[in-house]
């Protein structure tokens, strides 16, 4: 009798691991597999972005070399002017960029509403 209980708690031991691993045991069905490509729109952002946060980096770093006297006050001003235009042609180039985008949607719903 004892070995018949040990037998069958032995399966439903067995039964209850493997009733919680079977989501693991699975192979994932994808939903979409399809890479996401932006759109020539989306990539120009992107673009801008990256050059921007370049910018600001190496601007950052400058600034830090420079307040830890790595840099001399001439170099700093010589180099400082250059970066700090990239910045502003950077962000520049978003803003128009994000308002002609902002133009357009208005646009479209003055469209819809019509």
């Given at each position: 009798?004892?070995?018949?209980a040990?037998?069958?708690?032995?399966?439903?031991a067995l039964?209850?691991?493997?009733?919680?691993?079977?989501?693991?045991?699975?192979?994932?069905?994808?939903?979409?597999?399809?890479?996401?490509?932006?759109?020539?729109?989306?990539?120009?952002?992107?673009?801008?972005?990256?050059?921007?946060?370049?910018?600001?980096?190496?601007?950052?770093?400058?600034?830090?070399?420079?307040?830890?006297?790595?840099?001399?006050?001439?170099?700093?001003?010589?180099?400082?002017?250059?970066?700090?235009?990239?910045?502003?042609?950077?962000?520049?180039?978003?803003?128009?960029?994000q308002?002609?985008?902002?133009?357009?949607?208005?646009?479209?719903?003055?469209?819809?509403?019509?």
């Open positions: 009798m004892e070995l018949l040990l037998a069958l708690a032995g399966v439903l039964g209850c691991v493997l009733f919680v691993a079977r989501p693991f045991l699975r192979e994932p069905a994808a939903v979409d597999d399809r890479i996401h490509v932006p759109g020539t729109g989306e990539e120009e952002r992107i673009r801008l972005e990256e050059e921007r946060d370049r910018a600001l980096a190496a601007l950052k770093e400058l600034e830090f070399d420079h307040r830890t006297g790595k840099i001399s006050d001439a170099d700093y001003r010589e180099l400082v002017g250059p970066l700090r235009a990239q910045v502003a042609r950077g962000l520049r180039a978003l803003d128009a960029r308002a002609a985008t902002h133009e357009q949607s208005q646009a479209g719903e003055v469209t819809a509403r019509a």
